[in-house]
Structure formats: C-alpha cells, structure tokens
C-alpha cells in the first residue's frame, strides 16, 4: 500500500480481555516495528521485525504482550489479559532494511487502546 | 543505552519567527538521525533524514544539522507558522545491526502563536 496502515484505529476495551492490533506495512518493506505512547510520554520501543522473525524483543513489557509477522507483511500485537497501564497508543513503522540499515522509518496513525 | 534528550520540552513563538529546536543523543555509534512531527491524537510524520557520514539536510523551511562526534542535532525552522504548531521529536537508529530500534526523544511541543 502507499502508507503504513493499522486497524482498528480506536479500541475501548474491558480489564482483563485480549486484544489484537494489526499492522499493514508499505509493500516491499521488510523491517517492521511496534511502539507505544503512553498519554503525555515518549514513544517505548516494544518489539522489531526482520521479515517473519523478531530479532529484537526486548521491549515487551511483559508475558502478556506478543507479536507475530507472517508474510514478510501484516503484523499482529496481542495483549492478554489486559491492565489499565496497557491504555496507550501503539504504533507500528516499517522501513526497508538491509545490512546497511540507513533508511527511514514510515509510522501508520496508530491504534488508541482504552482499557477501561 | 542511547539516551536522547530533547530541549526545549515546550516553546511558544509568535508567528514569523525563526527558531532552533535542539537534540542530544549518548552514544555517537549512529546510522542516521531522523526528525518527526507529531500533531495531537495522530502518528509520526516524517520530516528529514540525517544520514551519519551527512553533516545537515534541507526541506523548504526545515533544516536539520548533525555532530555526530558530539552527539547533537539541531531542526531550524524558519519563518514559522501557526500550521507548525505540533510535537517534534528527533531520533536516532544505532549503527549496531543486532538493533535497528529507533530511540527517541521526548519532543519539543511547538505552540506557533497567530
């Protein structure tokens, strides 16, 4: 597609039900990342993609929080179980990557998760 | 751990005014440094891309700098508008290959007074 694209854009939902957020990214890009903002706070990294494989993980905040990649493409954030502390909104970019890495990341226009 | 530290956190400027947004990173072991806009409720858009071996970018009325070897970046902005009135973050991509996480700074929020 020509941007990133994530869906749902908005999601209220109750303590304690799953979650899933699902990120497009532009065709042909095959680095893939989750952010989160929390409401007046910079962005968290939580989790990269390299093609289908996740080399860097180290910022999922708990057990509760997964992420998997299929098709070199859409991606899916799921949060179990979640807590008002979850309540944020979550990003994803892509960029294209190779050995190199000097390119520039395209952020989608996120998923606000309300956990009421 | 890259820390990257962004001031002023807030600047309000009557319109017309030309003004320096300022960006310090730790760690100089960068690929590039990129500069983002953020208007409320919304997502990243990307403003201009700071390559390492590059010393500054220009894009109409945005011009970015970077020191990589004192860690600093710099966003000019001239002859503002009240339509610049957003968040400005800056961040950098580590040069490590192990992790291409973006690390970012807390933002500059710009107030462009009409």
């Known amino acids: 597609g020509a941007g990133v694209s994530q869906s749902p854009s908005n999601k209220v939902t109750e303590k304690g039900k799953d979650v899933e957020l699902r990120c497009d990214p532009i065709?042909?890009?095959?680095?893939l990342y989750w952010y989160r903002q929390r409401l007046g706070q910079g962005l968290e990294f939580l989790i990269y993609f390299q093609g289908n494989s996740a080399p860097d993980k180290s910022g999922l905040p708990s057990d509760r929080f997964s992420a998997e990649r299929t098709g070199e493409s859409v991606s899916t954030l799921t949060i179990q179980r979640t807590q008002q502390e979850d309540s944020a909104v979550y990003l994803c970019?892509?960029?294209?990557?190779?050995?190199?890495?000097?390119?520039?990341?395209?952020f989608g226009s996120g998923t606000r998760l309300t956990v009421v | 751990k890259q820390e990257v530290t962004q001031i002023p956190a807030a600047l309000s400027v009557p319109e017309g005014e030309n003004l320096v947004l300022n960006c310090s990173f730790t760690?100089?072991?960068?690929?590039?440094l990129q500069w983002f806009r953020q208007d409320p409720g919304k997502g990243l858009t990307s403003l201009l891309l700071i390559q390492s071996s590059q010393r500054e970018q220009t894009s109409g009325r945005l011009n970015a700098s970077l020191d990589k070897s004192s860690g600093r970046s710099t966003l000019y902005i001239a002859a503002s508008q009240p339509g610049d009135s957003a968040t400005y973050l800056c961040a950098v991509r580590p040069a490590d290959t192990g992790r291409r996480a973006l690390t970012f700074g807390s933002g500059t929020r710009l107030q462009v007074q009409p």
């Open positions: 760690d100089s072991a960068i690929y590039n």
């Open positions: 065709s042909g890009h095959t680095a």
């Open positions: 970019a892509s960029s294209l990557a190779h050995t190199g890495g000097n390119y520039g990341y395209t």
